[in-house]
Nanobody, 123 residues
Framework: VQLQASGGGLVQAGESLRVSCAAS????????MAWFRQAPGKEREFVAG????????YYDDSVKGRFTISRDNAVNTVYLQMNPLKPEDTAVYYC?????????????????WGQGTLVTVSS
């Protein structure tokens, strides 16, 4: 499967942004999907994940209550709604797909990765 992330940009603290990840290739509905992010000088970290059916979601504590992950299997797309954004959310956001297995917080458990989209939050 190929993943294409989009929707990043520059926003002010307190504003909202939605990033998207469009998938092509094998049946999207069979994949667990997740968003990770990597800030400058830091390791890549888990942000949110969603089961293949969309009935279960998981969040890192740093974004719980502010971010919402969702998916539309009819259009092969996963979304991350971010609101309100904080300066510490500044990072490159990557979408990832895992074919066998549920949501994992560990990046090496994912099989496919998008190219990343930059989100910059100014204070």
């Amino acid at each position: 499967v190929q993943l294409q992330a989009s929707g990043g940009g520059l926003v002010q603290a307190g504003e909202s942004l939605r990033v998207s990840c469009a998938a092509s290739g094998r049946a999207f509905s069979g994949y667990t999907m997740a968003w990770f992010r990597q800030a400058p000088g830091k390791e890549r970290e888990f942000v949110a994940g969603i089961a293949s059916t969309g009935d279960s979601t998981y969040y890192d504590d740093s974004v719980k209550g502010r971010f919402t992950i969702s998916r539309d299997n009819a259009v092969n797309t996963v979304y991350l709604q971010m609101n309100p954004l904080k300066p510490e959310d500044t990072a490159v956001y990557y979408c990832a797909a895992r074919y066998l297995g549920g949501v994992s917080y560990i990046s090496r458990n994912y099989d496919y990765w998008g190219q990343g989209t930059l989100v910059t939050v100014s204070s």
